[in-house]
């Protein structure tokens, strides 16, 4: 029998060693867009790319082809405005903000 047995929840994040992520607010208004464009049959997959710099929420039209939005935060923006960002399969700002409500406030996704 372990008497002295303790269980550690979220020991990864500290200080020294952040994690790069988006914030609970943030990850649902992205995935009740989401929900709302599959359900119009808009989208149908997402990825998610994480990295030291930025975290991305790839949107797929059909998953066998390259992603058609991508939904970006970045951790060290060089402009406030440059926070959060649109970008398309290539790589190219669609459109930026330094929030994220107004970044995914009355898009017409179609016309992007």
């Known amino acids: 029998m372990i008497k002295n047995l303790k269980l550690v929840v979220n020991n990864i994040y500290s200080k020294q060693n952040p994690q790069y992520f988006f914030e609970k607010d943030e990850l649902k208004i992205i995935l009740d867009l989401y929900a709302k464009m599959v359900s119009e ?3 149908k997959d997402y990825g998610l790319n994480i990295s030291s710099k930025q975290v991305g929420f790839s949107v797929f039209k059909n998953a066998t082809e390259n992603a058609k939005y ?16 649109i970008t398309d399969s290539k790589g190219k700002i669609l459109k930026n903000s330094n929030e994220l409500k107004n970044l995914l406030k009355n898009i017409n996704w179609k016309k992007l």
């Open 41 to 43: 049959g808009s989208w």
């Open 70 to 85: 991508k939904i970006c935060k970045n951790f060290k923006p060089i402009n406030k405005n440059l926070k959060y960002l």
